[in-house]
């Protein structure tokens, strides 16, 4: 497939780059000086730019690519599901076939809370959506002053208005503030927020508390819902503690918020079930999805609602809310193939039993190297802490960009990672096999290695 690509002039598409294409999330004036690497083939967990370079992508490209690239059966659906029916909307009273089948298909791998299935095209969409249908839903039960969501630092929940400001990324909020009626509180990070000799039970129990004292101070009477990731995943992949999820339950039941688990990475295999909220044991009311549901295919998002919500907005009247792509075609029939391809190759048991702890377990031995203080992750996501001394938890200085060192040294050996703040991130996709893992493994700890020399 890939010896079907033409050859790229890549200097003429940086150059053509450079003059007429604005990056999302990108300091456009670097980028303009090093130039832009153009991605330009796939195939399972690798990638190809425009210099022929062979990358291993251990990002799923941006968290999402699941299945891996190059799969021509999502290729097949989606041209015959085109010239079937290209588009047709769902808001007066149609549908069409692929989003009803895709709408079942989702609710039956769901958690049984789980009541209906609403589309969107991304996961910025879907908390957008999540803002207005929690606040819908407490004016339908009579209360509208419950309109106070509370999020948590270092949250990412997209990048649109409501994404943003539900998001908790101080360096976003700054550029051109938050909408109103969204608090945030403390995030469960304990290597970076625990006090001294806090152990990870007592600051899991003290992150949660937060939300109480959030509560208490805003009035409950005031709060209609609390959002967060499962596990923080653009923050640095941060997995709380054990004792965190249950308690945040326990104190959202008790004032009667609503739990918003944006499962945008999480949600289609990446914790070893198709919902976090499955490995979490949590029970929420709006769960917002997009990434691996089409493995990146195709746009296309959604948020699961439960059914205690789901009854109140379908007696409610007319929701003025949706997206002229909600539920589109094309998009939907890939999802669902998409699905169909994880269930068949039964992928997430293969994540939960065999190559997710592999990952977890080749991670956790890159903890001896002098520049990691600490390794996260659960199945398929993995974070490395560097630090400079490890056993005070001193971070280098920033500007020595310790993480974005090992990063740039990993892609030039063909390892594609990300990195946020000292810590470089992983996500890769959930076909990938032991080997490659093993792969990823080695050079990793060659790009850390070569960033160790470097600050030495
Ligand atoms: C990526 C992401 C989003 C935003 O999704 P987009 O499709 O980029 O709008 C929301 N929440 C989480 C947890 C994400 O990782």
Excluded at 124 to 151: A, C, F
Excluded at 180 to 207: C, N
Excluded at 414 to 443: F, W
Aim: hydrophobic fraction near 40%; include cysteine; glycine fraction near 10%.
């Amino acid at each position: 497939m890939n010896s079907m690509i033409p050859e790229q002039n890549t200097a003429n598409l940086q150059s053509l780059d450079r003059e007429n294409y604005l990056h999302p999330f990108t300091d456009s004036k670097a980028l303009h000086a090093k130039g832009t690497r153009v991605v330009t083939g796939g195939e399972g967990v690798y990638i190809y730019d425009s210099e022929g370079n062979r990358i291993l992508d251990g990002m799923a490209g941006l968290w999402c690519v699941n299945i891996g690239y190059g799969r021509d059966e999502l290729a097949d659906v989606a041209y015959e599901q085109m010239k079937q029916l290209a588009y047709y909307n769902s808001f007066f009273g149609t549908a069409n076939v692929p989003a009803i089948e895709l709408a079942a298909k989702i609710k039956q791998l769901a958690p049984a809370n789980i009541g209906h299935v609403f589309f969107t095209g991304s996961g910025s969409e879907s908390n957008d959506t999540n803002l207005r249908m929690v606040r819908h839903y407490w004016t339908q039960k009579g209360q509208p002053e419950k309109r106070i969501v509370i999020s948590r630092n270092n949250a990412y929940h997209g990048s649109t208005m409501a994404g943003m400001s539900l998001g908790g990324m101080e360096f976003m909020h700054k550029q051109g503030g938050i909408i109103d009626g969204i608090e945030h509180i403390m995030q469960p990070h304990w290597y970076k927020e625990s006090t001294a000799g806090e152990s990870v039970e007592d600051f899991g129990l003290r992150a949660a508390k937060a939300l109480e004292d959030k509560i208490l101070e805003l009035g409950a009477e005031n709060v209609g819902a609390f959002i967060g990731e499962p596990i923080q995943g653009a923050g640095g992949v941060i997995v709380p503690p054990a004792n965190y999820w249950p308690e945040i339950q326990r104190i959202c039941k008790k004032y009667d918020l609503l739990i918003i688990l944006d499962e945008v990475i999480t949600g289609f295999g990446r914790t070893g079930n198709w919902f976090a909220a499955q490995t979490f044991d949590i029970e929420a009311d709006m769960i917002p999805f997009a990434k691996g549901l089409s493995s990146g295919y195709l746009p296309i998002g959604g948020v699961a609602v439960s059914k205690r919500v789901a009854d109140v907005l379908i007696e409610g009247g007319e929701f003025a809310h949706g997206y002229t792509y909600s539920g589109h075609p094309v998009a939907a029939a890939v999802a669902k193939a998409n699905i169909d391809i994880i269930e068949r190759e039964g992928m997430v048991d293969q994540v939960r039993d065999e190559t997710g702890p592999y990952l977890q377990a080749k991670l956790a031995e890159l903890a001896d190297h002098p520049l990691v203080g600490q390794v996260r992750g659960m199945a398929m996501v993995g974070a490395l802490e560097l630090v400079q001394d490890k056993a005070s938890r001193t971070p280098f200085d920033k500007d020595v960009e310790i993480a974005a060192k090992a990063r740039d040294n990993a892609i030039a050996s063909g390892l594609m990672v990300r990195a946020v703040g000292d810590c470089l991130i992983m996500s890769p996709p959930l076909c990938i096999t032991k080997a490659e893992i093993d792969e990823l493994i080695t050079l990793l700890s060659q790009a850390l290695d070569k960033a160790y020399a470097e600050v030495q």
